[in-house]
């Protein structure tokens, strides 16, 4: 078989709807990788399907290529997907976010728990570039979730508040060494 018809054969198997094929596609796509596979993985992030969508970001993680991050970032902002956006964000984890900081703080305020780990992740685990209005947006949008804590999901489990302002706090230090 032909390393085309392999990709041919896998594009029909991720769109299959069998779980574990459609998985397993998507991880041998991301192994392949490559131009074609990522423009494929990052056109099935607009499905309404959301295990395909899964799966699309699954092989996206592991091809690593950062023109996926902000494809992926709208996805996860798409109304109808914020329920099921935990690995999209998860995928975001091996991409460079240093230019998002205010976007993944949002997912940390905003998203379902899953999505929170990773957002959580993405902040202890990257070094991003930001300003000083970055960061008093970031701590804007704490201070309306304090107050209104039900903009915030999964806020009422104890570990999410102190999730929340673990993050915050290793990055409003800054705000006061600049001060």
């Known amino acids: 078989m032909t390393q085309q018809e392999e990709l041919d054969q896998l594009k029909q198997e991720i769109l299959s709807q ?7 596609a998507a991880y041998r796509l991301g192994e392949i990788g490559g131009d074609e596979v990522l423009t494929f993985l990052i056109q099935l992030l607009n499905s309404k399907d959301p295990i395909l969508r899964n799966c699309a970001a699954l092989g996206l993680k592991d091809i690593k290529d950062n023109k996926a991050v ?27 976010c240093s230019q998002k900081l205010k976007e993944i703080f949002k997912i940390l305020f905003y998203e379902s ?30 201070e309306e979730i304090k107050q209104h804590p039900e903009k915030c999901p999964n ?13 915050v706090d290793g990055y409003m230090g800054y705000l006061q060494s600049e001060e």
């Not at 069998?18 to 397993?24: G, Q």
């Open 113 to 142: 728990y899953e999505a929170k780990i990773s957002a959580y992740a993405i902040l202890s685990e990257q070094v991003f570039e930001f300003s000083e209005e970055d960061l008093l947006k970031v701590k804007e949008m704490w």
């Open 18 to 24: 069998d779980w574990e094929k459609a998985r397993d």
């Open 155 to 167: 806020y009422e489990y104890e570990e999410v508040p102190e999730l929340i302002q673990d993050a």
């Open 70 to 96: 902000e494809p992926l970032l709208d996805a996860i902002f798409k109304k109808e997907n914020h329920n099921y956006n935990g690995t999209l964000v998860f995928a975001l984890e091996d991409l460079d």
